[in-house]
């Protein structure tokens, strides 16, 4: 997704409730729009705390925070009855939207994930997630992650994806989140 571009409208169904739109909230906030793998993968949990973290500073500089996942929406929901999510979290099992924002999907073997995966010290409430079968097969998908801030006209201000599982993937900071937040004043 190139910085300037108009960001694609989406609308997904979250696991909090209804169905959510980029364009519910044009004209009116500033949207993170981040593409995770979900509570199912533990990178992105801890991604997700990190987040969680700066949350209200993010609400406060009038930014809307959404978690764009491939989890099925059953599953959310379950999560969202066991964790409190601190923000919406979209079901996007097919990659639709994904594909559509120009993130990859590709296969790549088991053996590679499972060499990855571990849990990093510090566990947190969301640790004791686990995947079940249908979201294993997702996991094993080297699908880009992706992480954008579209500003209030929905348009694409600061953009930052690439292969999920390369060394060289990480979300921006909090503190980089916050700096290209206020820049959009």
């Not at 571009?5 to 959510?20: E, K, V, W, Y």
């Not at 700066?54 to 099925?72: C, D, F, K, M, V």
């Not at 979290?89 to 990859?104: I, T």
């Not at 080297?142 to 979300?171: E, M, T």
Request: hydrophobic residues 35%.
């Amino acid at each position: 997704m190139d910085i300037g571009s108009t960001a694609p409208d989406f609308r997904l169904p979250s696991a909090q409730g209804p169905d959510i739109s980029l364009g519910d909230f044009r004209g009116r906030r500033n949207v993170i729009v981040w593409f995770t793998k979900g509570l199912a993968c533990p990178f992105c949990r801890r991604q997700m705390v990190q987040l969680a973290v700066a949350g209200a500073q993010i609400r406060g500089l009038e930014t809307e925070l959404l978690q764009e996942a491939s989890t099925p929406l059953e599953q959310a929901r379950m999560y969202h009855r066991r964790f409190a999510l601190p923000f919406p979290y979209l079901c996007d099992p097919e990659h639709v939207v994904a594909k559509a924002w120009g993130l990859a999907v590709r296969p790549h073997s088991a053996q590679r994930f499972l060499r990855r995966l571990e849990y990093p010290p510090g566990a947190t409430q969301f640790d004791s997630a686990r995947p079940i079968p249908g979201e294993t097969q997702q996991l094993l998908l080297d699908d880009d992650a992706g992480f954008f801030i579209v500003d209030r006209l929905g348009n694409v201000r600061y953009g930052h994806s690439g292969p999920y599982y390369s060394r060289s993937w990480k979300i921006p900071t909090n503190e980089t989140v916050l700096t290209e937040l206020r820049r959009l004043g």
